[in-house]
């Protein structure tokens, strides 16, 4: 298929229009790429980015129903046509979006073969088209990855797959993805074990399985490094599902691993929303912690259902937690060095025309753009800095400044309290007043959205 046609022909560009409409169209309310925040571009705060799998090639199954999904380049049969089509819809979608990255998978862009030398042959006509196409538009690839866990061969894993030869099918494949990866200019290359974990402790040697994984990295990291491609490489946790248990359950333990194994150096995170969720915490919570540990890499943009028990890639909305989010991104200074906003979600089953896409992305790319807002404002007054700055405030002079510069010891600390009634210690405490720190956030999050 040479002819290259249009698929979104009722869509025009997606324009900045301003609060002032209540009503949800094919336009930004709050996002507004060239306005500076906090003195930069809100593009280049965001670097928001489309996700090659969910946007043009989910066809929203559910585990109890069938795909609904309506695209308007369903009328091709062959799969390499298909898979082309794809191309020229997804370069219109990013275009009209405006957005400036897009992310992918290798078997998002390309059918495989019965070799993987056939699938890579049909995987570089695809990329070929992507090239093309990325030299006419400027848009570029946020980050690139290799599934690694659909095909039945990775029932068990792959890079802790207890089989031989998937472990060395695993890595050709990767091997192709990091020179794809070059060739599309990828800012950023990404490691998700969809099926690194165990279903079962009784059957697996988890220690060998950890070392076989962590050995993978390294040579992927040195295959990079041999060819040439400088992405940031990022690990993105999760702690469950498909496995009972991932090996990268949360940031916490993936960062332990990536300091056992060797890895902080030439790793950082990759992290979304609905996994926080999953593993029993806050988006914001996962941020902090890569943030404070110097290896916040870059984000997936979704939310999960608190009713709903699974990763259910809902485009994000809750203005709450994407101020949370942004602050965190605010006190880094960017989302990491090369990071940006991924679009990890898709629509619900019961929103199957094709324009849905554009509305999912419009109100999670609003809902960053107003927590953007709200986190600058708060930065720039001082709100959350001065809270910390009170609660801690014992600790920068007397006994406190002792044990901050390392002059306390068991002995002093136990000397300075021993004789102290409990009516001073109780005394020295201070309510949190956490119920105003909310109703202030919720005032930020009304007023600094009504003015802009």
Not at 438 to 445: F, L, V
Request: net charge negative.
């Amino acid at each position: 298929m040479n002819v290259k046609k249009t698929y979104w022909n009722d869509v025009g560009k997606i324009r900045y229009v301003g609060h002032d409409h209540l009503r949800s169209e094919l336009s930004f309310h709050y996002y507004n790429p060239d306005e500076v925040i906090h003195g930069k571009k809100m593009r280049d705060w965001l670097r928001f980015s489309v996700a090659y799998w969910h946007t043009f090639d989910q066809r929203l199954v559910d585990p109890f129903g069938t795909g609904t999904a309506q695209r308007p380049y369903d009328q091709y049969s062959d799969s390499m046509d298909l898979a082309l089509a794809k191309v020229d819809a997804a370069f219109e979608f990013f275009t009209k979006l405006g957005v400036d990255y897009f992310c992918f998978h290798d078997r998002d862009l390309a059918p495989e073969g019965d070799t993987l030398r056939e699938t890579n042959r049909n995987l570089d006509t695809i990329i070929d088209r992507i090239v093309a196409y990325q030299k006419t538009t400027g848009i570029k690839a946020l980050w690139n990855t290799s599934n690694l866990f659909t095909n039945p061969r990775f029932v068990a894993g792959a890079a802790t797959s207890p089989y031989a030869d998937i472990y060395a099918y695993s890595a050709a494949q990767l091997k192709h993805s990091l020179e794809i990866g070059k060739r599309v200019g990828a800012e950023n290359y990404v490691f998700w074990g969809g099926r690194e974990g165990y279903e079962s402790l009784w059957n697996t040697d988890l220690k060998k399985e950890q070392e076989h994984a962590a050995k993978f990295f390294h040579l992927a990291k040195d295959y990079a490094r041999e060819i040439g491609f400088t992405a940031q490489m990022l690990l993105e946790p999760k702690p469950k599902e498909p496995t009972t248990h991932q090996y990268d359950f949360d940031a916490a333990t993936t960062i332990a691993f990536m300091k056992e194994y060797d890895l902080e150096n030439d790793f950082k995170l990759n992290l979304e929303g609905n996994h926080a969720n999953l593993a029993g915490h806050t988006y914001q919570h996962e941020i902090r912690v890569a943030r404070e540990a110097g290896l916040l890499g870059s984000l997936d943009a979704n939310q999960g259902d608190k009713l709903i028990g699974w990763d259910i890639d809902e485009y994000p909305s809750n203005l709450y937690e994407t101020t949370a989010a942004m602050y965190e991104v605010i006190e880094n200074g960017s989302i990491g060095p090369r990071g940006g906003l991924n679009f990890d979600a898709k629509p619900r089953r019961s929103s199957y025309k094709p324009n849905d896409l554009f509305y999912g992305h419009i109100v999670g790319m609003d809902s960053f753009a107003a927590g953007l807002r709200v986190a600058a404002k708060m930065k720039e007054d001082g709100f959350l800095d001065d809270i910390l700055s009170d609660r801690y405030r014992s600790y920068t002079s007397g006994i406190g400044a002792a044990i901050e510069n390392g002059k306390a010891d068991f002995k002093s600390l136990e000397d300075y309290i021993i004789d102290k009634p409990q009516s001073e210690l109780i005394a020295a405490t201070h309510s949190d007043h956490l119920e105003k720190i909310k109703d202030t956030i919720n005032h930020y999050i009304i007023d600094t959205l009504s003015k802009s």
